[in-house]
């Protein structure tokens, strides 16, 4: 198939975007929160730009998969953008999340060492609100020692009320379970 694994699109708006109807996921997150970096490692080649400076992903952008769309947003919590920039993409992304039509749900990306805020609690309501797939995924799982990552994970996972998934994009740890809950869905990468 042409055109598979591949930068599309990047948008604001809908009239920007694909309009082909497949199916979305939306990978949603603090910025730095490693989204992009997560993409990559699921797709296996470095289609999503990452960068240490947070606040690089400023437009929402689509990569074609099998028959779907990878979405990955703009990092939410970033105060280095100029107040207005911020909020046209901000508004961007908030009428994508409410209005979309092919979008079936996320995947949010946090840092393990971060406690879930308020950005993220909502993330959690949209999905349970519009009856939309939601998976958790902590990153940076690397950057912890084992009893760390217990005590993250009966942390994360009571904040959540959900099964997170804990990765690593440094060393691919994690990754084939998040691959595993996305072809769950019946979506081919
Ligand atoms: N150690 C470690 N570093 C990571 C991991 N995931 C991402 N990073 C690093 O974190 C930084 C941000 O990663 P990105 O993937 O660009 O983050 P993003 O969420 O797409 O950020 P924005 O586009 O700014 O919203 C980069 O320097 C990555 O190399 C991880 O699992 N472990
Ligand atoms: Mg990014």
């Known amino acids: 198939m042409a055109n598979v694994r591949q930068f599309v699109t990047s948008a604001l708006y809908a009239k920007e975007m694909p309009t082909d109807g497949k199916i979305e996921l939306a990978f949603m997150g603090r910025s730095n929160a490693g989204k992009s970096s ?34 990955d947003l703009p990092g ?33 990306i946090q840092d393990v060492r971060r406690e879930p805020e308020e950005e993220e609690l909502m993330v959690k309501k949209w999905a349970y609100d519009r009856n939309l797939y939601l998976a958790v995924v902590a990153s940076k799982v690397d950057k912890l020692n084992q009893a ?13 009320g959900t099964e997170v998934y804990f990765v690593s994009n440094r060393t691919a740890e994690g990754i084939a379970e998040v691959k595993g809950a996305i072809l769950g869905l019946g979506l081919a990468i």
């Open 38 to 71: 997560l993409i990559n490692r699921l797709v296996g080649s470095k289609i999503a730009h990452t960068s240490g400076t947070p606040g690089r992903t400023q437009r929402l952008n689509f990569f074609a998969m099998k028959g779907w769309y990878i979405v």
């Open 76 to 108: 939410f919590g970033y105060a280095k953008v100029s107040k207005a920039q911020r909020e046209i993409f901000g508004q961007a992304v908030e009428t994508y999340l409410t209005t979309r039509q092919p979008l079936i749900g996320g995947i949010l």
């Open 148 to 160: 760390e990552r217990i005590e993250r994970r009966k942390r994360l996972e009571a904040v959540y």
